[in-house]
C-alpha cells in the first residue's frame, strides 16, 4: 500500500540547515509528484514545495532563496534541504503525494532553538 | 499567489445538523486542461490532513457520503449532511491549479 513517511532531525539551532528525508512505498517517484507542507504549532498549512514526477521542481515563493528540493528514485526518496532556520520555522514536517494530497506521512516535528 | 478564502473560520454544530463551509478564490481555478483543482482535506487532532474531496466534488475513496463539493471558477463549497461526532476537526481547502499551490486558513468544526 501507499505510505509516505519523514525523517530527520527533531532540534535545529538558529542559522542552520534543516535536512529530511521523505521515504515513499507503493509507488513509484517517476509516476507521482511529492510535495512538502508545513504547520507550525497550532496554525494552517503551509506548502512549500514540490518534486515532480519528471524531476521538475517548485517553490513557494516566501521560502525559494532557502529552500531545494532533491531526489533518489533509485531509493523511492524525496529530500528536502531548507538554510538559514529561524524560530518561526518550528513546524511539523510533512510530504505528501501528488497536488490532490492524497497520501500523507505522519509528519516530523522540527524545533529550531538554541 | 492565489489566496484562497475560508468562511467561516469556526463552526459549531450539533449531530445530525448539515453545514457548510465556503473556499473562495482570489482567481479563477479553471485550468487550461478543463479541470479545476480544488481539494478539501480534514485534519482531526494530532493526525496528518485526510483528502476528502478532489477536483470540486469527487469523494475520495472510503469517505463517507455525508460529505459532498460543490462550485465552479472562484467559489466552492464543502457541505456534510448530518454531522457525526468524528467529523470534529480542522477543514481546508486547497488548490492545485496554480502554482504556488495554496491552503486555505481552515475551519474548525467542533460538536456541541
Known amino acids: 500500500q501507499v505510505q509516505l513517511k519523514e525523517s530527520g532531525p527533531g532540534l535545529v539551532q538558529p542559522s542552520q540547515t534543516l535536512s529530511l528525508t521523505c521515504t515513499v512505498s507503493?509507488?513509484?517517484?517517476?509516476?507521482?509528484?511529492v510535495h512538502w507542507v508545513r504547520q507550525p504549532p497550532g496554525k494552517g498549512l503551509e506548502w512549500m514545495g514540490r518534486?515532480?514526477?519528471?524531476?521538475?521542481?517548485y517553490y513557494n515563493s516566501a521560502l525559494k532563496s532557502r529552500l531545494s528540493i532533491s531526489r533518489d528514485t533509485s531509493k523511492s526518496q524525496v529530500f528536502l534541504k531548507m538554510n538559514s532556520l529561524q524560530t518561526e520555522d518550528t513546524a511539523i514536517y510533512y510530504c505528501?503525494?501528488?497536488?490532490?494530497?492524497?497520501?500523507w506521512g505522519q509528519g516530523v516535528m522540527v524545533t529550531v532553538s538554541s | 499567489d492565489v489566496v484562497l478564502t475560508q468562511t467561516p473560520p469556526t463552526l459549531s454544530a450539533t449531530i445530525g445538523q448539515s453545514v457548510s463551509i465556503s473556499c473562495r478564490s482570489s482567481?479563477?481555478?479553471?485550468?487550461?486542461?478543463?479541470?479545476?483543482?480544488l481539494n478539501w482535506l480534514l485534519q482531526r487532532p494530532g493526525q496528518p490532513p485526510q483528502l476528502l474531496i478532489y477536483?470540486?466534488?469527487r469523494l475520495e475513496s472510503g469517505v463517507p457520503n455525508r460529505f459532498s463539493g460543490s462550485g465552479s471558477g472562484t467559489d466552492f463549497t464543502l457541505k456534510i449532511s448530518g454531522v457525526e461526532a468524528e467529523d470534529l476537526g480542522v477543514y481546508y481547502c486547497v488548490q492545485s491549479t496554480h502554482a504556488p499551490f495554496t491552503f486555505g486558513s481552515g475551519t474548525k468544526l467542533e460538536i456541541k
Open positions: 518534486m515532480k514526477y519528471d524531476g521538475d521542481t
Open positions: 507503493g509507488f513509484s517517484l517517476m509516476d507521482y509528484s
Open positions: 505528501t503525494r501528488t497536488g490532490s494530497f492524497d497520501y
Open positions: 477536483l470540486v466534488s
Open positions: 482567481q479563477s481555478l479553471l485550468h487550461s486542461n478543463g479541470n479545476t483543482y
